[in-house]
């Protein structure tokens, strides 16, 4: 069955550089991948959803790719901000069009 | 903007009680969802809902849950008799289409004691 890996390790980043989440799938290779982002208490709040015949995808500082070669996707985000500090979802639609979700990555931009 | 909403934002309850978590999913929407989280852990898929039916449920969806899509705007999530281990933020979901964006809720805390 497909299993999402998200890097369990919070990702301390430095305010302004470039933080960059990873999300790897085992199995085949979803339509659509999608980031979410979720703040302590919160419900998740989409971002960005890229498909597979897809390489990249952004919004505004956001960007992401998708390689279906390495099975993996990356998220970026440019001249970070603490504001941005969160726990980043990486999810994917399987064959009955449910999603599966990654456990997330927090994300600690510090200033 | 349209939103999903949820009550009660924080329920607590005894083990063994019945609790009914409620939804108003964003109008124009045909799929909906419930998702669990426990503290510290990844958000779990319970069950989908579309043209008033189930359409996939996990294994954690046993006989204790039930969902129900009473009056075409609220979508309930019904606990028959809460254990311990049902203490979580559960999570209402929608979207207009098989794919794409997903909109959740603010989430019900559920404290069993």
Redesign the interface.
């Given at each position: 069955s497909q299993k999402i890996e998200q890097n369990s390790e919070a990702l301390n980043i430095q305010e302004g550089k470039t933080a960059t989440l990873t999300c790897n799938y085992t199995n085949y290779s979803p339509a659509y991948l999608q980031w979410y982002r979720q703040d302590p208490g919160r419900g998740p709040v989409f971002l960005l959803l890229i498909r597979e015949n897809e390489k990249e995808k952004r919004k505004e500082r956001l960007k992401v790719t998708f390689d279906t070669t390495l099975k993996q996707s990356l998220f970026h985000i440019t001249a970070s901000q603490p504001a941005d500090s969160a726990t980043y979802l990486c999810a994917l639609d399987d064959s009955n069009y449910q999603l599966i979700w990654g456990a997330g990555t927090k994300l600690i931009i510090k200033p | 903007e349209p939103e999903?909403t949820q009550t009660p934002s924080h329920q607590v309850t005894q083990m063994g009680q019945e609790v009914i978590l409620r939804c108003v999913p964003i109008s124009n929407h045909l799929?909906f969802y419930w998702y669990r989280q426990i503290l510290g852990?990844?958000?779990?898929?319970l069950v989908?809902f579309y043209n008033n039916e189930i359409?996939?449920k996990s294994e954690i969806f046993d006989d204790q849950f039930s969902v129900e899509r009473p009056d075409g705007s609220n979508f309930t999530l019904k606990i028959r008799s809460t254990k311990l281990e049902d203490s979580a933020?559960y999570?209402c979901?929608s979207r207009q289409g098989?794919?794409?964006?997903?909109?959740?809720?603010?989430?019900s805390?559920l404290t069993v004691l």
């Open positions: - | 999903v799929y852990q990844k958000v779990e898929f989908s359409s996939e933020m999570f979901a098989q794919h794409g964006e997903l909109f959740f809720g603010e989430g805390r």
